[in-house]
């Protein structure tokens, strides 16, 4: 919107040609969703206190965690509204890849908005059933990965890490291969949100990546020049990563432990949908096994202690998803949670290498 309102004034003063440029604007983004987040965050918290709205702790869970009942929950909808209406105001509304995203951090919030109602008003932790909730998360992804098909001159190609002479093609299979990303990612976000800022602070550092892809992928010199795919206008998407670095910048400042508010599921589950939206739309799908690499072990954790137990009887953790077996070996909540982040750090450190090393 400011961007639509100034950047025609350039012609008059060559002042608001800044707006132009998506490292100004995509600077901005964050700071106005993070400043956002700071003003209203504590608000949400009080409402939600007065509403009486907090967590449903599940019974099979770690005992230490019985004590976080009823800390105010659903504060994905302060990231959500943060980051939309910073990207509102600084993004190019006519590109269609901002949109795009938008829907799909919007149909997957809305899911998870549902699935926390239940909870909170039902009282189970369980919320929406586990098929019902991935067939509608994968049915987001097809519109999506459908729309982004039909764009003209989108390319259906995959392009593989560390590797710059394999590009296979895979025409239509791309809209399901794509809509597994955005399930499968949004998916292990939410296994990942069990602790204080767990997974606030991994989004923070994946979109802060994938805030430099798009950049990259938008821009015809760096990206011929790095040998990924050019793709016109992917560049916005910049502004909407940086939206979500500063709402969640913002929202860990409240819940750092100990949380004074959650996420919940329609936090968790947005972030991790337009997390794997941005990397289907930036060329970088592959890569978000190694940006995303802590969500990858929390979710493989699950499988491998569901399969070991069907198939042998016998788990291989204390307690899935990962964090919990880590808890149950005596590790300080703050100490699983910090070191997750540095894990994170060093994984998005090797995905930037890939730019390079191909």
Not at 271 to 288: F, N, R
């Amino acid at each position: 919107m400011i961007y639509h309102l100034l950047y025609p004034l350039h012609h008059l003063w060559s002042v608001f040609n800044v707006f132009k440029y998506i490292t100004f604007r995509t600077i901005y983004a964050s700071l106005t969703a993070l400043f956002l987040a700071f003003y209203i965050t504590p608000r949400v918290i009080g409402w939600l206190r007065r509403l009486q709205v907090g967590q449903v702790v599940r019974d099979d869970g770690p005992e230490s965690h019985l004590g976080k009942a009823g800390t105010p929950t659903m504060g994905g909808i302060v990231i959500m509204f943060c980051s939309v209406a910073a990207t509102l105001l600084w993004a190019d509304l006519l590109n269609p890849y901002i949109w795009l995203v938008l829907f799909v951090a919007f149909g997957n919030a809305a899911l998870g908005f549902v699935d926390d109602y239940r909870k909170l008003v039902y009282r189970n932790a369980r919320g929406v059933s586990a098929r019902r909730k991935l067939a509608i998360q994968v049915l987001i992804g097809l519109v999506f990965t459908v729309a982004l098909v039909l764009l003209p001159r989108y390319p259906t190609t995959l392009m593989l890490p560390f590797i710059k002479q394999v590009a296979p093609d895979i025409g239509w299979w791309y809209a399901p291969f794509g809509a597994l990303v955005v399930a499968g990612t949004a998916n292990a976000v939410n296994l990942t949100d069990g602790l204080d800022g767990l997974a606030t602070g991994p989004s923070i550092i994946a979109f802060a990546v994938y805030l430099l892809f798009a950049y990259l992928a938008g821009h015809v010199g760096l990206a011929n020049y790095l040998q990924i795919t050019f793709l016109p206008g992917s560049g916005e998407l910049a502004v909407f990563c940086g939206a979500m670095v500063g709402a969640l910048l913002g929202f860990l400042w409240f819940n750092a432990y100990p949380a004074s508010i959650f996420m919940g599921d329609v936090g968790s589950l947005a972030l991790g949908g337009s997390l794997g939206a941005v990397a289907v739309l930036t060329k970088q799908e592959m890569v978000l096994l190694i940006v995303g690499g802590i969500f990858v072990l929390e979710t493989l954790s699950v499988i491998i202690q569901v399969a070991s137990f069907k198939l042998i009887g016998r788990r291989v953790f204390r307690m899935a998803p990962l964090h919990h077996h880590f808890e149950l070996k005596g590790w300080a909540e703050p100490k699983v949670i910090v070191r997750f982040w540095i894990v994170s750090i060093i994984l998005a450190l090797v995905a930037l290498s890939t730019l390079k090393l191909r």
